[in-house]
């Protein structure tokens, strides 16, 4: 049952497995952080000592400020302290502070200074009330030594013991224990040390998310910078641990109160009106709806309440309005970042904070904890996105979410599956998609390597891209769709859209996407992804995409390999950390035939590679192997298998072996046999993936060195390719046959109009 007074009243909510304080203090005269306000901390503590059982306390200001469970177990424990001192008021009446009764010159002076601790001090400053019986001990003691009067030298020692009683109950507190390092000078009223100690997550009014608004007092700072929308983002490095933070602050934690208040009072009205499920089937559209909404009722309410805003103002605060409406608030503004991977939300809600994995950093965690509301929320928008069911019966759900600015990949899991409820994981998709030339230059592949596999994606080869998790297949995927050239159709299969065939398309590639059902799906009315392949069969000639390999779609695969890849490629991903790994998942756990699997031509490996420390991994491309097809059984043991290109460890390069080098390979004599200028010649097909080698690290290093790498991008990609396969058939026209250095020349030719054009155009864009 709540209990009131005018200032700040409070009640105690159960919310799951928490006992929640929750104080009012809209109209309190304090500011509501214990850490700042001495009055704050005294109301609390005398609050704590009215209630049992407390895990959380929250106070209600505009904005919810929330102590954590560490940081209420230290209140409570001085408020329990508190109360055993109350109990004990006799050990500090004026006759058990002295000795002799007869003698009243020090007990008037000691009695005041007793309450003023217990009455005064101990609430609001139990750090001040430590050190301030820490130095009337040490007065005490220093008095004693210079008086000769045995009556004195009692009476001093009884206040010492009445002293160093209360000094030592709150020494054995966690409050002074960590607090001790920073205690030294320390003066009362001074809250430094609190704020050192006590940081609350913040959630305005409309919002669900909580954030922590303080910076780590000890951490390093590693990196800072600043989203589009003025974000700010701060890397820190803890003390003592392996652990790095990364600090967010969003716009909608820096506004004004008349703003948070607009804001509150927008998000109220628009609930009314709950998104039917008709509506998210255009996701853009309803946002666009909302915000035209938002907009007006905003700048309408602006008007009412006389708060003179901006058109810049107003469109701000229509954007934060729509992302904790019909969006999902800051999970907006993580995958803004175009360094974030991965964000990981785990269970219970409310307690722990967000993950993610960062694109220098690595695994980081964050200062944003969403709460169940939040969770439950985001659930019903997936479930009506997707049109996939996520309930006790269907507990995971697998779909992708397009959002401004990103694209991701979100899985979902609950009950049973998940026994403290919800939980998720967003992968962030690059915006646009990867090239060769952006790998060579992040060290994931060497220039030899993109060369070569640009020969075996015009050689039209299957092939298949291996690794473990987060190893980079589907980004590597789509710098092979880059490679392919314009004048094919490409058909891309996947049960969540991982790849940017949407920004290929606008890029003028001649693209078809099909969506299937999620392995991880029952039932619905979507295609199978077995389905979905021999499908393509019938949509004429075509190179064909698989998003991921993870089943019974194997068989179609192959089946598409064998009779219709001769003419094109076929390419796909699959979780495997080496080539012999991909033909135990493929032949032995999925049941794809042993002579079927000999369709693959290359597998490329990609795995992440970890520093010695254990502290940062990368990514690299491992090996590149192809597949002979001279084998019964166990094509590692038969010899089945040959390394073109295998990474060196001590240098951090991917090598050329001497298998590639000597020309072994099966698979580029099989391309080089449909060549007429390569037939026979293994020096020609060396010095044409050498001369694609070239060309792709002159890209790289001009990038470099102009400090610019939109050079490296998709566009700028296609169109060198482009060039190059035109400037190839004009050499072969003009002299007969595709003379390396004759096309490295007019290739360089036009690249140096290209940059002049390019860097004149950026000089006027300034």
Not at 240 to 259: A, G, I, N, Q, R
Not at 542 to 549: A, D, N, P, Q, R
Request: glycine share 6%; net charge negative.
């Amino acid at each position: 049952m709540p209990l009131f007074n005018n200032q700040d009243s409070y009640e105690v909510v159960r919310e799951g497995e928490d006992n929640i304080l929750k104080i009012d203090a809209e109209r309190a005269e304090y500011t509501p952080s214990v850490e700042d306000s001495p009055v704050c901390m005294q109301r609390t503590i005398k609050k704590l000592m009215e209630t049992s059982d407390i895990t959380k306390i929250v106070f209600s200001q505009k904005r919810d400020y929330e102590y954590d469970f560490s940081q209420t177990q230290l209140l409570i424990e001085i408020a329990k302290l508190y109360g055993k001192l109350l109990k004990q008021k006799e050990l500090f009446s004026y006759q058990a502070l002295i000795y002799d009764p007869a003698c009243t010159k020090c007990g008037n002076g000691w009695f005041n200074e007793t309450q003023h601790i217990l009455n005064d001090i101990f609430t609001s400053d139990p750090l001040g009330a430590f050190v301030e019986t820490t130095r009337l001990t040490r007065r005490e003691l220093i008095r004693m030594q210079k008086t000769t009067d045995n009556r004195c030298i009692n009476c001093i020692k009884k206040f010492i013991a009445t002293l160093r009683y209360i000094q030592n109950e709150l020494e054995k507190t966690k409050l002074v224990e960590l607090a001790k390092p920073y205690l030294a000078g320390y003066e009362l009223g001074d809250r430094e040390v609190y704020r050192r100690i006590f940081s609350p997550s913040i959630k305005p009014d409309f919002m669900f998310t909580k954030l922590m608004a303080m910076y780590p007092v000890d951490g390093e700072e590693l990196d800072n910078y600043a989203l589009p929308d003025e974000t700010e983002i701060t890397i820190f490095r803890l003390p003592d641990s392996v652990k790095t933070l990364y600090h967010m602050m969003p716009p909608e934690f820096k506004l004004e109160e008349e703003k948070y208040e607009l804001l509150d009072q927008a998000r109220k009205i628009m609930a009314e009106h709950k998104p039917k499920k008709s509506e998210f089937v255009d996701p853009q559209r309803m946002r666009q709806i909302f915000y035209n909404v938002g907009h007006d009722l905003i700048e309408e309410l602006s008007n009412y309440r006389n708060v003179k805003l901006r058109a810049k103002e107003i469109d701000r605060l229509t954007e934060i309005l729509v992302r904790y409406t019909v969006g999902f608030g800051l999970i907006e503004v993580l995958l803004q970042d175009d360094k974030i991977q991965d964000i990981s939300i785990n269970s219970p809600m409310g307690q722990i904070p967000m993950f993610i994995v960062h694109g220098e950093f690595d695994d980081c965690y964050t200062n944003i904890v969403p709460t169940k509301g939040e969770a439950e929320s985001w659930a019903s928008k997936l479930r009506m996105i997707s049109g996939r069911p996520l309930d006790e019966a269907n507990p995971i759900l697998d779909t992708e979410l397009e959002l401004p600015g990103a694209s991701t990949r979100v899985a979902a899991i609950t009950e049973p599956l998940n026994p403290t409820g919800l939980a998720y994981s967003f992968r962030r998709h690059r915006d646009r998609p990867w090239s060769l030339p952006l790998f060579i230059h992040n060290k994931m592949i060497t220039s030899t390597g993109a060369g070569l596999i640009s020969f075996l994606v015009d050689g039209t080869r299957s092939i298949l891209i291996a690794g473990t998790r987060s190893s980079g297949k589907t980004s590597f995927l789509s710098s092979i769709l880059v490679e392919i050239m314009r004048r094919y159709r490409i058909i891309t299969i996947e049960d969540t859209l991982e790849l940017p065939t949407g920004s290929l398309r606008k890029l003028g590639f001649n693209i078809q996407s099909m969506k299937v059902a999620s392995a991880l799906s029952k039932g619905g009315s979507e295609l199978t992804a077995s389905d979905g392949i021999r499908t393509t069969l019938r949509l004429g000639d075509s190179s064909l995409i698989v998003g991921e390999v993870r089943s019974a779609e194997a068989t179609a695969l192959y089946e598409a390999m064998r009779v219709g890849a001769a003419a094109n490629v076929v390419a796909g991903t699959i979780h495997g950390d080496s080539p012999y790994g991909v033909f135990d998942r493929v032949v032995n756990d999925i049941g794809v035939p042993k002579t079927s699997f000999k369709a693959t031509d290359i597998i490329i490996v990609a795995n992440p590679i970890k520093t010695a420390d254990g502290l940062h991994r990368y990514r690299r491309v491992t090996q590149i192997t192809e597949v002979g097809k001279e084998w019964n059984n166990d094509p590692h043991l038969e010899g089945g298998f040959m390394d073109l290109m295998k990474y060196d460890a001590k240098r951090d390069i991917l090598d050329a072996t001497d298998g590639l080098n000597n020309g072994e390979s099966e698979v580029l004599k099989i391309i080089a046999g449909n060549v007429k200028e390569f037939a026979g010649n293994w020096d020609s097909v060396w010095d044409n993936i050498m001369l694609r080698s070239r060309l792709k690290q002159t890209q790289v290093d001009t990038a470099v060195k102009l400090n610019d790498m939109e050079l490296l991008e998709a566009p700028m990609t296609i169109t060198c390719n482009d060039i190059y396969h035109m400037v190839a058939e004009d050499v072969k026209n003009e002299i007969g046959t595709l003379e390396p250095k004759r096309i490295e020349y007019e290739w360089s030719e036009w690249w140096k109009k290209a940059i002049k054009d390019y860097l004149s155009k950026r000089t006027k864009a300034q």
